[in-house]
């Protein structure tokens, strides 16, 4: 298991995108967001392969404070999606994150995404 440390700026009321290129040949197991300004339930980070959510960060509630970590919940569908650099597929070689146009403040957002390098994966090359 690695983790990957990640900050980026975010824009008040802006929809973006950033992408992070996989490392190698994995999973996403786990990711914990925090934010340098107060956050709203509104305000769900959401990281991808292409357009597919795998692991979804959203806030418990309104006014959460400044500073607080923010445990992200695994897609229960999609949460073994396989990142692959090696993959024919550009969308599945690049971790997506999706920051939403509901940022009431600008700020810093920090992510540590857990990266499981070793998981049992059953998914064929093909598909990733």
Do not use: W
């Amino acid at each position: 298991m690695m983790r990957i440390h990640v900050t980026f700026p975010v824009a008040a009321t802006t929809a973006d995108l950033f992408y992070l290129p996989a490392p190698c040949r994995g999973i996403v197991k786990a990711v914990r967001a925090v934010y340098s300004q107060e956050t709203d339930i509104d305000e769900t980070i959401d990281i991808m392969r292409g357009t597919t959510s795998v692991n979804l960060v959203t806030p418990a509630a309104d006014a959460t404070a400044e500073g607080t970590s923010v445990v992200g919940v695994p897609d229960t569908t999609n949460k073994d999606l396989v990142f692959d650099p090696a993959s024919t597929t550009v969308a599945n070689r690049v971790l997506r994150i999706s920051v939403p146009n509901t940022f009431d403040t600008a700020g810093v957002m920090g992510l540590s995404i857990d990266y499981d390098e070793s998981a049992a994966i059953t998914q064929a090359a093909s598909e990733s």
